[in-house]
């Protein structure tokens, strides 16, 4: 047994590591719900067509990344690769359309079948907010300024950069589709496998290719910005105006664009330079078209995604774990007043721990090794005097107070030297 390791692009949270992983969730709960946002949680797997429909089967996710199975049932079942196609499913499910707009924020564990790199698992973790119901560029400026305050409650807000598209209505996306399959239908020969391949069902996908050859023909490809009906100007015009009004700093990356199908108008990306080539931390837009892919009426969302181990990679400083007090009983006859103050401690949210057998040197030892604050120290004279000795490890002293008294005196700070 000893020789089994996790599964190929899955990891064990531990310890630091574990820590770092909380302190990201928690405090991304603590912003958003700043901005009234509540938290839901959905089935870590669905119904396959959940995200075949929403994510389209020309998307790498769909055609190579999926973790898909049929279950006892015959039914076609499939891990979550994202959050947001969930979400939107669980809306309708619920039957909140009739109750917008809602906001929604989400932590888990998603899967993908990709190969493993720095910071991307195959098992990996991510914090999520949806805004639905809301079809004015302030929404979208919201929810982008909330994201920053996400990074910047992180401490890294200051590392990454906001960049910004707009992806046009679907007019806009029509015309700017059809220069883009002609740009690059003349230059067909000189483009990856896989994006010849998408060159007639989706061109967009070109732009998010990785590949060399692909990159060099995308960065003299069509922008939207030529294509954009007065409409949809109108609205990246209001996005960027509110975004300045909030003070929320952004850069224009005409060459963003989501990979998946349901994204229209905002797309944005908050990008490192500290993770090298996979810089993007945060990232979402606007897809004004997936409820009614899951059976609702046509609902306008925002929203956006962040990778938990990512973040966790960018953080300099985590709180550390309160120190623990150290109960340590003299003799088998202190045992049973050990476990009252125990109680004691923790029932007024003091962390408070003892070890479960050894003599007094063997106990301190321990309670060194947990870098325990104080030491509560119970014998039998203390247990008929009704106190206990109370040692502050860090200045060495030590004073007496009631057996009753002991969270009072450490909560006010003059337990042993404080």
């Known amino acids: 047994m000893s020789s089994l390791q996790p599964v190929r692009g899955t990891h064990d949270l531990i310890g630091e590591e574990r820590r770092r992983f909380n302190h990201v969730v928690e405090t991304a709960r603590r912003i958003v719900g700043l901005y009234g946002f509540d938290e839901w949680s959905t089935p870590v797997f669905e119904d396959t067509r959940v995200f075949s429909r929403s994510l389209g089967d020309t998307s790498d996710v769909v055609s190579k990344e999926m973790y898909t199975f049929e279950d006892r049932g015959g039914e076609s079942l499939t891990l979550r690769p994202e959050g947001t196609a969930a979400i939107c499913r669980a809306l309708v499910t619920n039957g909140l359309t009739q109750s917008l707009p809602q906001k929604v924020f989400y932590a888990g564990p998603m899967f993908r079948y990709e190969r493993p790199q720095k910071g991307r698992y195959r098992q990996f973790h991510q914090i999520g907010a949806e805004l639905l119901g809301s079809a004015e560029p302030l929404a979208d400026a919201e929810v982008i300024a909330m994201g920053r305050d996400v990074l910047h409650a992180l401490g890294i807000g200051d590392e990454v950069v906001l960049e910004l598209n707009t992806l046009g209505d679907s007019a806009s996306r029509d015309a700017w589709r059809t220069a883009l399959i002609a740009y690059f239908s003349e230059r067909r020969a000189e483009l990856s496998a896989d994006s010849q391949a998408r060159l007639e069902r989706n061109p967009l996908r070109i732009l998010d290719s990785k590949a060399p050859q692909d990159r060099a023909l995308v960065a003299d490809s069509p922008t939207i910005a030529q294509y954009l009906t007065p409409e949809a100007q109108a609205f990246w015009d209001g996005l960027r105006s509110t975004l300045d009004t909030m003070g929320v700093r952004f850069r224009e990356n005409p060459r963003i664009v989501r990979g998946l199908d349901y994204y229209g ?21 606007r897809y004004d ?73 063997r106990r301190m030892e321990r309670a060194n090794r947990m870098k325990a604050s104080h030491v509560v120290v119970i014998g039998s004279d203390e247990i008929a005097r009704g106190v206990v000795q109370l040692k502050n490890l860090d200045s060495g002293h030590q004073t007496e107070v009631p057996l009753d008294g002991v969270a009072a005196a450490l909560q006010a700070g003059t337990a042993a030297g404080g």
């Open 289 to 361: 078209g997936l409820v009614a892919e899951m059976g609702g009426p046509a609902t306008p969302a925002i929203g956006w995604a962040g990778g938990i181990e990512r973040l966790s990679m960018l953080l300099e400083d985590v709180p550390a774990e309160p120190r623990p007090v150290a109960v340590v009983p003299m003799g088998a006859d202190a045992q049973a007043a050990a476990l009252i103050v125990l109680q004691r401690l923790r029932a007024a949210g003091i962390r408070a721990e003892t070890s479960y057998r050894g003599n007094m040197k």
């Open 265 to 285: 108008h905002t797309a944005f990306e908050f990008v490192t330079e500290r993770l090298g080539a996979q810089g993007t931390v945060l990232a979402g837009g």
